[in-house]
Nanobody
Framework: QVQLVESGGGLVQAGGSLRLSCAAS????????MGWFRQAPGKEREFVAAIRQSGGSTLYADSVKGRFTISRDNAKDTVYLQMDSMKPEDTAVYYCAADSVRLRFARSRDAYDYWGQGTQVTVSP
């Protein structure tokens, strides 16, 4: 059974930092892209960042570019999201996702087949 488990969410003041982790189990995703999405209350789930299988290429939403950094450790089947210079508008539930198709690299929510349960991130003004 494939599981993605996020951790690291919490409450932070504007300008602060948080680091999210997502550990995969049940299969390896070393040949698959992984991503982070977020969903604020009353809004649709939106793309935040994605990282290619090798970790050599990344994609970011314009709203987080320059502030967030996605990385991965394939030996640990774990992907990370370092969030710096955080803003109140970053408040959302953050979801880790994995693409089941080898070597595909996309930002579309529809490309990701496995999802974590989400972790709440709240940024106070």
């Amino acid at each position: 059974q494939v599981q993605l488990v996020e951790s690291g969410g919490g409450l932070v003041q504007a300008g602060g930092s948080l680091r999210l982790s997502c550990a995969a189990s049940g299969r390896t995703f070393s040949d698959n892209a992984m991503g982070w999405f977020r969903q604020a209350p009353g809004k649709e789930r939106e793309f935040v960042a994605a990282i290619r299988q090798s970790g050599g290429s990344t994609l970011y939403a314009d709203s987080v570019k320059g502030r967030f950094t996605i990385s991965r450790d394939n030996a640990k089947d774990t992907v990370y999201l370092q969030m710096d210079s955080m803003k109140p508008e970053d408040t959302a539930v953050y979801y880790c996702a994995a693409d089941s198709v080898r070597l595909r690299f996309a930002r579309s929510r529809d490309a990701y087949d496995y999802w974590g349960q989400g972790t709440q991130v709240t940024v106070s003004p």
